[in-house]
């Protein structure tokens, strides 16, 4: 175990490369990440290899180096760009005499700093001891088998096996009441879709700008920074399109190149909103350089979850640093509908609402329809959906309704009432 200072974390960043291996992940986002941990960068360590080194990721070189760097700057934490097995970690800690710690355990500490609601707490803690279970054995290497001798022996569990065991029961305890959680929300997505309320899921690149342009179409005032991970709990709200047909905005955390697989297995209830959706805006930075691999890394976190086939909006936002003009590209050839736009000036945001209504509304007909005295309950449920045109008072009573019926509304309204194209 290895002390931290009480001034705050002073990290050395080591950015390997492979040729072997898919391109490592960018080191400016590292950085980025870094600093969101709370870490000051005292210096990067790159190297190039045709492969990791077995036992220590990097060569003995660049392990000369690091140690030099970590006495000349007085660091206490080195951060590596990869994700390193539990013996690498071990014989690198051993080599720097200081906690060396990987791009996924960096993530899982950022996770853990911005978790607020209980739900969110539980899947990141899920998600460290799971990850922390393939590492136990680097903090008891003194006790990895018990030794022969007076006093050494005995039945019972040693050091290793207790933590291994203590560990598995807080996973089940967390996965038991993570999994009444997940009930509790399927239960409101269930109630949603009986209600026929559309969902529209934000979707992108962390630091995309979702939830500024959440707050700009909701009105709300959720958290927003500029920086990365800033939102990890969702947030659900009822808003109207322009013709006043409701739909729930889902805010959800923001993806990244290489996300922790045990993270997306922690918050695959919170994932469930973005693969239920009726549409996902997916919200590109367009003052990102890097903004096709941006597209590129979302869609394939979007494959992984199995939510490919949900229809998209690409929204390119913050227009106002690219300085890109504000359009709108209709969906056509295959490719996905797109808006450019500014969600901290507002620019385009009035036609963003009118893309949403438009897909929302795409294949919905409109529908006349009477309703007797005694179907009143009907024509509130018709308004709660937001659906009624205009309405006309009946002299014998009842009423006569132009509405605008989707698939789903329209199965459910043909059993109660004749409709008339």
Known sequence: MFDRKSSGEQAIIVHPEFQQQSASSDLNEFIELVNSAGCSVNGVVSTTRHRPDPATCIGSGKIEELVEMIRETDSDLVLFNFELSPAQERNLEKAACVRVHDRTTLILDIFAQRARSHEGKLQVELAQLRHMSTRLVRGWTHLERQKGGIGLR??????????????????????SRLDKLITQRTQGRRSRQRDH??????????????????????????????????????????????????????DTVGFIQSLPHDLVTAFHSTLDEVREADLLLHIIDDSDPAVSDRIDQVQQVITEIDAADVPQILVYNKIDLSGHAHQVLDARDDRRARIWLSSQRGDGVDALMHLINHHLNDSSKPYRLQLEPAQGQLRATLYEWGVIQSEDNLPEGGWALEVILNEREQAQVAELVVLND
């Open 154 to 175: 005995g039945p019972g569990e040693t050091q290793l096996e207790t933590d291994r065991r203590l560990l598995g029961h807080r996973v089940r305890t967390l996965r």
């Open 197 to 250: 309320v559309p969902v529209v899921a934000l979707v992108g690149y962390t630091n995309a700008g979702k939830s500024t342009l959440f707050n700009t179409l909701s009105g709300e005032t959720i958290y927003t920074a500029d920086q990365l991970f800033a939102t990890l709990d969702p947030t659900l709200r009822k808003i109207s399109t322009p013709n006043h047909r409701p739909f729930v905005l889902a």
